[in-house]
């Protein structure tokens, strides 16, 4: 299973007023190792576990393994991750043909928003909304598993 998305980092509040669903999320990561991230996640009230791969040389894709676990497990397996949960509310925005998942971090991570968008060929076309800012697709520092070890609140430049 292949996984092909861009990630960009968002520029105004806008997107909540076009958002057609909102889902709290919480997740820690079992492994943080860049070439095979296992993450255990619980959103809303249904828990998953997922491995993913190395990115390919554009970042663009890499390999995604993800599968439904009861919410108890889940929760269960939440105290065996690595230090650095990660907190956020995510909103699914339509946009023309593709559907946007906006992540609003909280904790400490607070004050980072970034848009997915995930895509069948690494080419394909899309249009941008107005709140979508520059691209990350990539840049290790925006990936979940580093946003756990090096949170948004200790990052100095990018504030």
């Known amino acids: 299973m292949q996984e092909i998305e861009r990630k960009f980092l968002v520029t105004s509040e806008a997107f909540k007023n076009e958002a057609h669903k909102r889902t709290r999320i919480v997740q820690g990561f079992l ?3 860049l070439e095979r991230t296992v993450r255990v996640r619980i959103q809303g009230d249904v828990g998953f576990i997922t491995i993913k791969g190395k990115p ?3 970042g663009l894709s890499r390999f995604e393994w ?3 676990i009861p919410l ?3 929760e269960d397996l939440l105290h065996l991750c690595e230090p650095g949960i990660i907190e956020k509310t995510r909103y699914e ?3 023309d043909d593709h559907t946007f998942e906006v992540d609003d971090f909280t904790g400490e991570n607070e004050g980072l928003i970034i848009a997915e968008i995930e895509l069948e060929t690494e080419s394909e076309p899309f249009s941008y909304p107005e709140w979508l800012g520059m691209e990350v697709t990539g840049q290790v520092k925006y990936y979940n598993s580093n946003l756990s070890k090096n949170p948004f609140k200790n990052w100095t ?3």
């Open 66 to 68: 993800e599968k439904q």
């Open 157 to 159: 430049n990018e504030k």
């Open 31 to 33: 492994n943080t190792n």
């Open 93 to 95: 925005v339509f946009h």
């Open 56 to 58: 390919n040389d554009s």
């Open 72 to 74: 108890a497990e889940a």
